[in-house]
Every structure is written in C-alpha cells, then in structure tokens.
C-alpha cells in the first residue's frame, strides 16, 4: 500500500539555556504511514514523543530531514491544504471560552469554508456526524468550558473527524478517559482505520492497550525510534528494562492474544 506520509532523519533541538547548546529532542527519526494502519507510538517520559507528532503534523519545522505528504513535501502545503489531510489532537486542550460543542466541532469544518462563507447543511451533518462517532451528540448545547475533562477530549476528537482528514494524529488522547470511554475510544479509532482507510497515529502510555488496538508500536526512547514492528515483536520485558527501566512480564491477553504487561511490584529501577 502506499505511504501516506513519511518521515526520514528527523532532527530536532530546542535552543538551550543560558550558556547552554541547543538540546537535541530527536535524533534521526524515520516513520511512515500508511492508510488503514493504527500505529501506536509509545517511549517513556521525555522521549520526544510529542515533539514527533508536532513535526509530523507541521505544527513545529524539524532542524533537518524531510516529510513529504502523498509524495510532496509537507513544507510545500499551505496550512489549509495541511488541515485537509491531517488532524492534530495535542495535549493540550485549551477550554477556557463558552462555545457549545456543536460550534466548536464546526470549527474542523474551517480548512474546507471559503473565505466569509457559512456552514452550508452538509457542514452539519458532517460535524452531527462526527458528534455522533464519539458519543458527544447530547452535549451539542452544552458549553465546552462546562464538561468534564474526557467529554473535552472526545469532543475534540469530534471537531478533528470534522475536518476529514486522510490522517489522524493523537497526542495521549485517553489521559482523561475512564476505562469504559477508553476503550470506546480505542474501537472507535480501530473502526476508522479498518473501516474508513484512515490512517491513525496515537501516543500515549498504556502499553497493553496499545498492543491490543494497533498493527504497529513504534517505539521513541532518547529521540531516537529504536522499534518499529507488530506488538508481538516489540513488546518484551527486556525492551521494558532498557528503556523504561521496569521490570515486568509480558504474557498473551487471554482476550486478545496480544502481549500485556504485568509489572511486577518493587523492581522498577530507580
């Protein structure tokens, strides 16, 4: 299948400190993707994971190395052209106005209004739609200030299924879920990628949920990638002391088969 997007020799740093140099976040980071995949990208704390998502999706411009969207640079797209084709969910989830979630869906509707145009019916059945995917349909008239933390998140999901995109791209967006939402999220994701050929790409931290959603887990660990494979092949104990520095067992999910890991108490390294 051919890659949606693909990234090569990624390079990125932050300006130091006073007196400092400048302080390398990724370290030539290839990925790519493709449609119909959920890839998982998971590291521990301080990996460059979000500095990664945020290149991949031209929020920030890596130093060096080179993305290229459907065959061309992503640095040749305007960012409406971007914003038809990727939808970015950080982590940061600024509420702080009273739009309803109805308005604030709308808003994914933007890159594909004109200039001064209006939402024609089309924009809301799409944005009713998308309101519907992610179970927030009944807040509609509900003030996004005036939720809790995972109907936020999930209408913020909305708003980004919203814009259409060819690829979705998630910074930890079950951090607020309780477990029931968490894994409606993760079936929804699954659907879109199987089901609408959406390309996923989802970071976050639960290993074991992960392996059980996603046909891939690519793995950051000191900005660099150092997997990139099927869960089964990625996801061993010897993995989790190298990089994370736990101890921990990795078995088969009796419900999925997938490798789950059991940590085991009072041997994570300090």
Do not use: C
């Amino acid at each position: 299948m051919a890659e949606l997007l693909s990234a090569r020799d990624l390079r990125f740093a932050y300006p130091g400190g006073a007196g400092e140099g400048p302080r390398d976040v990724l370290s030539g980071v290839s990925l790519s993707l493709s449609p119909g995949e959920l890839v998982a990208l998971v590291g521990p704390n301080g990996a460059g994971k979000t500095t990664l998502l945020k290149s991949l999706s031209g929020v920030l411009s890596p130093q060096s190395g080179s993305v290229e969207l459907e065959g061309r640079p992503l640095s040749g797209f305007a960012p409406r052209e971007i914003a038809r084709r990727i939808a970015f969910v950080g982590q940061e989830l600024a509420a702080d106005f009273s739009f309803t979630v109805e308005e604030v869906v709308l808003l994914g509707r933007a890159p594909h209004l004109g200039r001064l145009a209006v939402e024609s019916e089309r924009d809301y059945e799409v944005a009713r739609s998308a309101m519907r995917a992610t179970g927030v349909e009944g807040l509609s008239a509900r003030t996004i200030d005036g939720i809790s933390g995972g109907e936020r998140q999930r209408a913020f999901l909305a708003m980004a299924l919203a814009q259409e995109p060819k690829l979705l791209i998630l910074d930890e967006p079950a951090s607020h879920l309780d477990l029931t939402h968490e894994i409606a999220f993760f079936d929804l994701l699954a659907g879109l990628a199987a089901g609408k050929g959406l390309a996923v790409l989802v970071a976050g931290h639960d290993l074991s949920v992960a392996a059980d959603y996603a046909s891939r887990l690519a793995v950051l660990a000191g900005g660099r990638l150092v997997a990139d494979d099927r869960p089964e092949k990625v996801l061993t104990a010897e993995l989790l002391r190298t990089h994370w520095g736990a101890s921990a067992m990795v078995i088969p999910s009796p419900a999925t088969g997938r490798p789950h890991v059991v940590p085991v108490p009072g041997k994570t390294r300090k």
